[in-house]
């Protein structure tokens, strides 16, 4: 410690010498100065200086070694039943603390789960007078009323939709059910829900599947291409979107393609972080930039890799790999 002390305060000790030294050097250069008095006087100066730094050494270090010692205490593995009564102080306060902050996590985390279930118990409840309401826009006549009707509880189911499966990511892993998915089926029922969406914006579909099943989660899949064939909508007008399957080096590769405003080359690295919209267009202020952060985290849970190619005016292509047979059962352990 005594090292690290006068390490500390080497520069104040060094001017202290360069200024004896100097006072030394005016009286060798000055004949009218007597060097033996100003030596004396050095010798004299260099000596308090001497018990000055020791008893402030006394002094400044008793304090950090009363913590040190303290901080020895704490290490409760050496605490017996002969310790001080301080040393068992410290233990009781730190096992009490410990107790405390373990309950008020775990009243936290209750608080948390309950609030989840509440959440998730509410948009399941919504959905039932949306489904009737859905009913009744399909029974009325007047086809422009009915469209705009049937455009805007699409909004409303799709943002459901997204609030459950916001809810449901944290614990993905425990919903996963691995399977034989037919590819064609999954894409089809994603877009007739996005029909009347389409014929109010005049966009079709063009379907190439190569390849009709894929090894996967059903519902989790199916929530990835809901996202991307409504944002692909959503960005697109009066025009085709192209979804295709193909065999690439044993993978399963689907590419969605539109020809919509597409995405500025600054913002594709950011486009999956989680509320994040564009920089560029900013018209779509309903945009929450939640859909494709949770689309992301699906799809690393079933390890299918997502590729995006965009220019802004000419349209965006997403593509998933989809992992190899053999990969994916040593992956998941089935």
Not at 228 to 234: D, E, G
Request: glycine share 4%; proline share 2%; charged share 25%.
């Amino acid at each position: 410690m005594w090292l690290s002390y006068i390490r500390e305060r080497i520069s104040w000790i060094l001017l202290f010498l360069f200024l004896l030294l100097f006072i030394v050097f005016i009286a060798y250069i000055d004949p009218t100065i007597a060097m033996s008095s100003i030596l004396y006087a050095v010798f004299l100066f260099f000596l308090i200086f001497i018990f000055f730094v020791f008893f402030r050494y006394q002094k400044e270090t008793q304090f950090y070694k009363s913590i040190q010692d303290w901080e020895n205490s704490l290490d409760t593995t050496s605490i017996s039943e002969g310790n001080s009564p301080f040393e068992k102080m410290i233990e009781e306060n730190l096992q009490r603390q410990t107790l405390q902050l373990n309950r008020i996590a775990e009243q936290k985390q209750l608080a948390l789960e309950q609030e989840k279930d509440d959440l998730l118990t509410w948009i399941h409840e919504v959905k039932t007078p949306l489904t009737a309401m859905q009913l009744k826009i399909e029974r009325l006549e007047e086809s422009q009323l009915k469209n705009q009707l049937s455009y805007e509880w699409l909004r409303i189911h799709l943002l459901l939709d997204q609030q459950l499966h916001q809810n449901r990511i944290p614990s993905i892993e425990n919903d996963l059910y691995i399977e034989q998915v037919n590819l064609e089926k999954l894409i089809y029922k994603e877009i007739r829900e996005l029909q009347s969406w389409c014929l109010e914006k005049g966009i079709g579909f063009d379907i190439d599947l190569s390849v009709t099943e894929v090894l996967s989660d059903a519902k989790w899949l199916g929530f990835i291409m809901r996202q991307l064939l409504t944002n692909a909508v959503k960005y697109s007008s009066a025009s085709e979107i192209e979804v295709c399957s193909t065999e690439q080096d044993e993978q399963t590769v689907v590419s969605i393609k539109d020809y919509g405003r597409g995405i500025a080359a600054k913002d594709i690295p950011r486009i999956f972080d989680k509320g994040f919209t564009s920089t560029t267009i900013h018209s779509g202020h309903a945009a929450t930039g939640m859909g494709l952060y949770l689309t992301k985290k699906a799809a690393d849970a079933l390890h299918i890799h997502i590729n995006v190619e965009s220019a802004v005016d000419k349209g965006t292509t997403f593509t998933l790999h989809f992992p190899k047979e053999n990969e994916f059962v040593h992956i998941t352990g089935m």
